[in-house]
């Protein structure tokens, strides 16, 4: 069975401060991709990131980091100097690799950054 | 691009009424779309699969004569939430895979309803 989880249910920062965003994933399947999303006020998932299984390399993009690591199925993001805009629930998903399989989201973390 | 549009966005319904809810991909063809539903300050449950031409999959405890859904061409899947209560009041997000698509799904910008 594949399942995520996001242990922290809600999180609290002050604008620049830096976040990180916990994901935690189980899988069986050697070949599988990993995502987050962005869910504001308005309720539009908005993609942020997609990571495959074979690709552990860290990525950056603007403000934002994600990092894989497969030894202890983690695939955590963290906004840096982070902003009043920033503020939102984000997902992480499992999707694995077999054709028509569906995603596998997380609990949610929701995120407040106070000005 | 790969854009999923729903219709409505938000629809208020009484008691007992049944409810459409669209699901369009506009700039592709879509052989798979999922339907989800997500209740207040909750996270995103799947509810069915379908196949362009065939019968829809549900997920368990979802009932399929409650919650019928029609894949009739790949850019259109409708759900029906039939005899609507105040307990299906809720966010209902659809997303589509595109022909030859392994992984990626492109979600709609999700439909609120809610049942007086």
């Known amino acids: 069975a594949q399942k995520v989880t996001q242990a922290q249910t809600e999180i609290s920062v002050v604008e620049k401060e830096d976040v990180t965003l916990d994901c935690v994933y189980e899988?069986?399947?050697?070949?599988?991709?990993l995502f987050w999303y962005k869910q504001p006020p308005s309720g539009e998932l908005v993609f942020l990131i997609r990571r495959n299984s074979f690709d552990e390399q860290n990525e950056i993009s603007g403000r934002y980091s994600w990092n894989f690591q497969k030894s202890t199925s983690s695939f955590n993001f963290t906004i840096t100097a982070s902003q009043v805009v920033d503020s939102a629930v984000y997902f992480c998903?499992?999707?694995?690799?077999?054709?028509?399989?569906?995603?596998?989201f997380g609990p949610g973390t929701r995120l407040s950054v106070l000005p | 691009g790969a854009v999923v549009s729903q219709h409505p966005s938000r629809v208020i319904c009484k008691s007992g009424t049944s409810v459409k809810i669209e699901c369009r991909s506009l700039?592709?063809?879509?052989?798979?779309m999922f339907w989800y539903r997500q209740f207040p300050k909750q996270s995103l449950m799947l509810m069915a699969t379908?196949?362009?031409?065939?019968?829809?999959?549900?997920e368990q405890g979802v009932e399929k004569d409650k919650f019928l859904i029609n894949h009739a061409s790949l850019t259109l899947s409708t759900l029906t939430v039939t005899s609507a209560h105040p307990e299906d009041s809720s966010f209902y997000i659809c997303?589509?895979?595109?022909?030859?698509?392994?992984?990626?799904?492109?979600f709609g910008p999700g439909t609120r309803l809610t049942v007086t």
């Open positions: 997303s589509a895979r595109k022909r030859g698509g392994l992984y990626e799904q492109y």
């Open positions: 379908s196949n362009e031409g065939s019968k829809a999959t549900y």
């Open positions: 998903a499992l999707s694995g690799n077999n054709y028509g399989q569906n995603f596998v």
């Open positions: 899988t069986r399947d050697t070949t599988y991709y």
């Open positions: 700039d592709f063809q879509a052989t798979t």
